[in-house]
């Protein structure tokens, strides 16, 4: 089957298990879920949906999310909004209630049990993902995840880039692929100001023209607070709060400028108003503030080492489960717009490898369960490319204590790599995003590149190896053994779901050999990219 019609069909099975067209209200996507807005979430049939082929899992927040995986994702969103846009043309109606009626249910005992107390963990995330500040956070999410794909694609090319550099290889070439890996970064205070507009309620463009300022090369002569500004002083950060700052402006003409004179004072005034505060303020704030960001990253790493990234990489999972991740999206960007590359993303990586480590040693500790050996076989290979749901959610996470021994794993790697960086050897990430062995081609650092992938290697290795032992020796208590270390015979329903082969799934997950799950994106689980 060609590759278009193998995205249709994917698609075409998606949409009746979701309600049809007519129950589709949004659809986005982001670096592996499809992202779906629902009139009525109970025509969803979750577990159908989890059987097909092409699902990894569900996630729901305050989206419905299908993690399809990354590049896929991409290419089955287009055709799911053709066919959705084709539905409401023909017809209307939601289709999916007979579905879900029909579907049979597709889980042995144990995976049962654990799908209940993963939906209840997840119920009770999105109740508590629901206050102010971490809709807050989800803002700024949104603003800063459609900007993963361009930093990846630039922080690929400025590897090879410098890679040839180094080298001295295709001196012809390298000037134009600088400037391609550079040209986005050059602009990206633009890219991320009409992104916050346009999430904050504003006009997206008027945002993007007053975070043009920031770039301006002009801006070099002007003064403001005793300094000469530079051009690209405030960054990213710069760049948010003058969006944010234009959306109040422009909301605030739109109440008071009579409606014949809003498309001339309305412009004008939001540029005019909101660009003054951006120069004359805003600039030489956020200037200091980046600074103070990228100054702390490298004193916390270089004089905490080990310590300092032993504790990032043991709380980044507690803190994707708050949705508190969220918080370092912008300072990600700041660094990586600063020094070339966030040192603290390869860090936080380290916590996929003890969730790795720590779904292999479930595996070795419970050898009769088939259904949760079956369940980390398929989502295991995305689970080493930093893809961590499918682990997360239908394995680790439900059983308890081996979510804790996974965050020990991502403890330990992390201590590794910051010890490296106390002793010299500085690792970061030209981008983000990625994590886990997909993180390979987007690492720099201060020293040789073989040094900078042979620590990162390390810290991987090290995440593996605790994340095992510490799962192995302490992730299960006598009666999580007797519970879940048994045969499961797979129930008839679940035979006659699969057409006669016997098949269990998990929350989150679904066998088959092309399991597996990304983002930043959003206080759900979602990219948990560790």
Known sequence: MATEDKNRATAAAILPLVGGAANVASIAHCMTRLRLGLHDRSLVDDEALKALPAVMGVVEDDTYQIVLGPGTVARVTPEFEHLVEEGREAAPAPAAASAASSAPAVSAVSAEELAAQGAAIKAQQKAKNTTPFKLFLRRIANIFVPLIPALIGCGIIAGLNGLLVNLEWLPAVTPALAAMASGFMALIAVFVGYNTAKEFGGTPILGGAVAAIIVFPGVANIDAFGQTLSPGQGGVLGALGAAVLAVYVEKWCRRWVPEALDVLVTPTLTVLISGLATIFGLMYVAGETSSAIGTFADWL????????????????????????????IPIHTTLIEQQGYTVLLPILAMAGAGQVGAAMAVYVRLPRNESIRRTIRSALPAGLLGVGEPLIYGVSLPLGRPFVTACVGGAFGGGFVGLFHQLGDTVGSTAIGPSGWALFPLLDGNHSLGSTLAIYAGGLLAGYVAGFLATYFFGFGKDLLTEFNVSQEPAPSTIAATGGTPRETTPGTRGGPDSGDTDPGSPEKAPVRV
């Open 301 to 328: 790493l270089s004089n905490g080492g080990a310590g300092a990234g032993f504790v990032l990489g043991g709380l980044f999972l507690p803190l994707v489960m708050l949705g508190l991740h969220q918080a370092l």
